[in-house]
């Protein structure tokens, strides 16, 4: 089995529902608004045709919160991929509409996913929009370290373990992974998820690991990719 050392840097948050909040956060802190302080920093797509029937996109959106007081909470992003006109690719370019728990203050969140368009499509590009619904102030949350990441080059899957730093266990089921992919120049080229965390069976004791891990999209050569980030969230 033939492995490749990639950097990876992952980010994950803590939040006021299930008890996951940092030391001195309560989950009745005042709402405030946000707007414009979560913005895209970036975003990308690799498209492969698989015959005349279907079109196979990857994507991956960099978001980020501008605010170094304040958590975004309720940040709802919707993604579209576009076509050489400049609008949506016709009837289902809208591919995803999702609701971000929250990016803390000065934080970055990543954002991927693939979807499958009927025909040859023509992706050119991608574009979000971001609401920030309420914000509240900065708790300093606790991310997630992970660590032995590395690419499996004979399947196609990258993978590394995520522990869990809270005082209290974390369910799978509780938790989502999406990963964003990006090249030599540091430009985005696409993401994947939710990817695999743990066992579904068992939750994540306090200090304890388990892997996470991704296959890299259809159409993406891992000689494209020379890092990824990883963002786990309450799902």
């Excluded at 006021?16 to 979560?38: E, F, I, K, P």
């Excluded at 009837?91 to 803390?104: A, E, K, S, Y």
């Excluded at 993401?191 to 939750?203: K, V």
Aim: glycine share 12%; proline share 6%; aromatic share 6%.
């Amino acid at each position: 089995m033939a492995r490749r050392s990639l950097f990876v840097a992952i980010a994950a948050s803590a939040f006021a529902v299930g008890g996951y909040v940092a030391q001195g956060a309560t989950a009745s802190d005042a709402l405030a608004r946000l707007d414009g302080s979560v913005v895209v920093r970036e975003a990308g797509v690799s498209t492969v045709h698989l015959g005349r029937r279907t079109t196979r996109a990857s994507w991956g959106v960099v978001l980020a919160n501008t605010s170094r007081t304040h958590d975004a909470l309720a940040v709802t992003v919707a993604v579209k991929l576009v076509a050489a006109n400049g609008t949506a690719v016709p009837g289902q370019g809208r591919v995803v509409t999702q609701r971000l728990p929250l990016i803390p203050a000065g934080k970055t969140f990543y954002l991927g996913g693939e979807t499958t368009l009927l025909g040859e499509g023509s992706v050119r590009r991608v574009q979000a929009e971001v609401t920030a619904v309420g914000s509240t102030p900065s708790k300093r949350y606790v991310l997630p370290p992970m660590s032995d990441v590395y690419f499996d080059t004979s399947t196609g899957q990258m993978a590394g373990t995520v522990r869990n730093p809270y005082s209290l266990p974390i369910s799978s089921y509780d938790l989502s992974a999406d990963i964003v992919f990006f090249d030599r120049r540091g430009r985005v080229i696409g993401g994947g998820g939710p990817g695999e965390i743990g066992s579904l069976e068992s939750d994540l004791k306090p200090g304890s690991v388990a892997p996470v891990s991704f296959f890299v999209p259809a159409g993406l050569a891992l000689s494209r990719i020379a890092s990824a980030r990883v963002t786990v969230f309450p799902g």
